[in-house]
């Protein structure tokens, strides 16, 4: 397993990010594109998903997010 975490681009200029732990990359993906369409009501429409760092999963492993 790993961590993803990916950088969103939306139409709009806006970004966010997203950090899903899976075993490939089609399904990290997959995964991201699930978080964003449940957490943005109304939908946002994406322009770009990419991923920004790839980690084995395992305690202690995470992430720093600024801002």
Request: charged share 25%.
């Given at each position: 397993m790993f961590i993803y975490r990916f950088e969103i681009?939306?139409?709009d200029g806006g970004t966010a990010?997203?950090?899903v732990i899976h075993e490939n990359e089609e399904k990290a993906f997959?995964?991201?594109?699930n978080q964003i369409e449940r957490y943005f009501l109304p939908p946002r429409p994406?322009?770009?998903i990419a991923i920004v760092e790839k980690k084995p999963a395992g305690?202690?492993?995470g992430y720093v997010i600024e801002p």
């Open positions: 681009l939306f139409r990010a997203v950090v997959r995964s991201a594109q994406v322009a770009e305690t202690g492993r």
